[in-house]
């Protein structure tokens, strides 16, 4: 396949009303919001999206609103993290048909599969599927390590044409260029490790804090791209804070938090997740001020 990703990709919340539904005007509003601030793709249901919180026909409303909002103007990508196999090719299938341009695929949730059944589990779910796969490394969250070694074997299959490089570990993107040059778009999915990451070589950014702060995650990717590095570290800089807030267990409370204090989503979550209380949320509200307060004008890109 000779899809190209690259830019931002907002790795976007679910959002719900207060009694736990849906809540497509705010999901569709949101959608806008991170459209007309400049970026390059949509990712939904990923972990950020509280993907195991929703059932199967929810996932795929979720699809069709992002697709109808996108209109085509930027690649959605539908996160696929099943228990099984077996389910995320049924997945895959009807996302498809829902208008999906492409998925963002992680290896079976719950059990911790080894290299060979975490590569069969990805060489299934592409012969399931007709649109392109950003494939997605997290050890730190979900226990399975897909390395360099491996991207390496599954190098030809046409249809993975990205990674989502989450191992918290930078050296990985000099690895997987050293073994397969660039036969894949690498994007960085650790928000502090953005900067680092861009500039040794990744392509783009699969991001969380982009939900809050569309605007600087874009023109911060523009500046790092156009090699404007004193004005993009100075950007980094006051973004850090904000950045650290997503390689936190509780990321999703943390990043819905600052979407509700910016006026762009709300707090609400599915339990087991609940709002934020007491001293932690005095913590990252503090955070969240701090930074509004000393929001930076920013430079033209």
């Given at each position: ?17 207060k009694n ?17 601030s ?56 009807r996302?498809?048909?829902n ?24 060489r ?34 046409p ?8 191992s918290?570990?930078?050296?990985r ?75 936190s ?21 599915r ?15 503090k955070?969240?001020?701090?930074a ?10």
């Open positions: 396949m000779t899809t190209k990703w690259a830019g931002v990709f907002p790795a976007l919340t679910t959002k719900f009303k736990g539904e849906l809540d497509t005007q705010l999901l569709e509003k949101h959608y806008q919001m991170q459209l007309d400049g970026v390059h793709g949509l990712v939904v249901l990923g972990s950020l999206g509280e993907n195991g919180a929703l059932t199967a026909d929810e996932k795929q409303e979720v699809v069709k609103l992002a697709v109808t909002t996108g209109n085509r103007r930027v690649p959605v990508l539908a996160t696929v993290a099943e228990t099984t196999t077996a389910g995320a090719c049924r997945f895959v299938d996302a498809t048909a208008g999906a341009d492409g998925f963002m695929v992680l290896p079976g949730m719950q059990y911790v599969s080894d290299s060979r059944e975490t590569i069969q589990h990805f299934t779910v592409a012969a399931a599927s007709t649109k392109p796969i950003m494939l997605y490394n997290n050890p730190v969250a979900y226990r399975v390590d897909t390395t360099p070694e491996m991207f390496a074997e599954l190098a030809n299959e249809k993975f044409v990205a990674i989502k490089e989450s918290e570990d930078v050296r993107i000099s690895d997987i260029r050293n073994l397969v040059g660039d036969r894949y778009q690498i994007f960085i999915g650790v928000d502090d490790l953005a900067m680092e990451s861009l500039l040794l070589g990744a392509v783009g950014w699969v991001a969380g804090l982009v939900c809050a702060f569309p605007r600087e995650t874009v023109v911060l990717y523009e500046l790092i791209k156009a090699r404007r590095i004193s004005e993009a570290l100075e950007l980094y800089r006051w973004f850090l804070p904000l950045l650290h807030l997503d390689v267990v509780k990321f999703v409370q943390y990043i819905k938090l600052a979407e509700a204090m910016v006026g762009c989503g709300s707090e609400y979550v339990a087991p997740r609940l709002k934020l209380m007491g001293d932690e949320r005095k913590r990252v509200e955070i969240i001020r701090s509004l307060k000393k929001r930076p004008t920013l430079p033209k890109v």
